[in-house]
């Protein structure tokens, strides 16, 4: 464990210690360290199907006919990196989703934030889905979905996902590669996440919607569906509870702030949005005709709305099924 946590500390560091001129002298985040699930977590539900492993560092979550399972954060938090390794079920999981997501829905009912990692099971032969999305103050009638295929298979090995969220921006990495970068802008306005929250993993039955717009559920043929995760990183501005001020502060608190992707972390999310993207809300005109006013189209907007988008009005308008949302009938 202790050569995983030097390595994973590592790759942290190159993600959030940026070298170029502008961002050299940002403070260091101390405590960049993995936790175990005791000094962390707490379990949400799911009795026996969360187990834990290697000291309690590894944390199983399996999803049999019975139930999920889930854990969160012990505390709330607000801005910070958030970060764990995950692998997914492996063969036939169609149905099956597995979240990795921060909110603060059970605190604030009406006026919820959210980002979330959603990866979608798929059936045998097709690979899972990975979907990013932000919600602030309750903005769940404006999707800001994403979706993305993966350059590696996910149940073969864990892959660490990570949320950066400072109060300027927000960064999804996948194995320290950015994927997704929302910058704060005037007109979110409080669509824009920007009250404390806790970190969330769950596993869950999604038959009605994750595969093919709910085409193939999930089958208990193949349980339990289980998800690993390890190297838990929490490492944000704990909040406390009862008057929700912040405890984090000074370099700390400014350290989020100061984070920017160094050119090459921006060429690299570059490649992999023109590569792997196969869905954005601010390329889709059907559901937004004119973009929401946060759409900056990079470089993989061009080959998107050509291929992309055309794709996605072809199957809209043959799809009938999809349930959740315009967005489930795309895969
Ligand atoms: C780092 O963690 C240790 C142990 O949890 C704590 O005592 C210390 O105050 C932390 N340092 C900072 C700068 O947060
Ligand atoms: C959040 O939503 C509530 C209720 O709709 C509204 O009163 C409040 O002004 C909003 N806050 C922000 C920051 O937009």
């Known amino acids: 464990m202790a050569s995983s946590s030097f390595f994973l500390l590592l790759l942290l560091g190159s993600a959030l210690f940026i070298s170029n001129g502008a961002t050299a002298s940002l403070p260091e985040l101390p405590n960049l360290t993995t936790l175990s699930f005791e000094e962390g977590y707490t379990q949400l539900f799911g009795d026996n199907n969360l187990m834990l492993h290697g000291e309690g560092r590894t944390v199983h979550l399996s999803l049999d006919q019975r139930t999920g399972a889930g854990f969160a954060s012990q505390d709330l938090y607000l801005h910070g990196f958030f970060s764990a390794s995950i692998k997914l079920p492996s063969d036939y999981a169609a149905g099956v989703v597995v979240a990795f997501y921060m909110s603060n829905g059970d605190v ?17 032969g097709r690979e899972w889905r990975i979907q990013t999305n932000v919600y602030g103050n309750g903005s769940t009638a404006v999707g800001r979905e994403e979706r993305y295929g993966l350059w590696f298979d996910p149940t073969e090995d864990y892959h660490q996902y990570s949320i950066l969220w400072s109060n300027e921006r927000i960064i999804f990495y996948i194995d320290n590669i950015p994927i997704r970068e929302a910058v704060r802008t005037q007109a979110m306005g409080g669509h824009f996440p920007s009250k404390p929250m806790s970190l969330y993993a769950t596993i869950w039955d999604g038959s009605s919607w994750a595969t093919l717009g709910g085409r193939y559920k999930v089958n208990y043929k193949y349980a ?16 406390n509870p009862s008057d929700h001020k912040t405890v984090c502060q000074g370099s700390d608190a400014i350290a989020y702030d100061t984070i920017r992707m160094s050119a090459d972390q921006r060429t690299a999310m570059d490649k992999f949005r023109m590569k792997h993207m196969t869905y954005s809300y601010c390329h889709d005109r059907v559901r937004y005709p004119t973009p929401p006013s946060e759409c900056t189209l990079g470089p993989e907007a061009k080959g998107f709305l050509a291929s992309g988008e055309a794709k996605f009005n072809y199957r809209r308008r043959r799809g009938k099924r999809y349930a959740r949302s315009s967005v489930d009938a795309i895969l």
């Open 108 to 124: 604030f009912e009406k006026t919820h934030d959210e980002l979330d990692f959603e990866f979608l099971g798929n059936i045998r």
């Open 224 to 239: 339990p569906y289980v998800a690993e995760f390890a190297d838990l990183v929490l490492h944000g501005c704990a909040v």
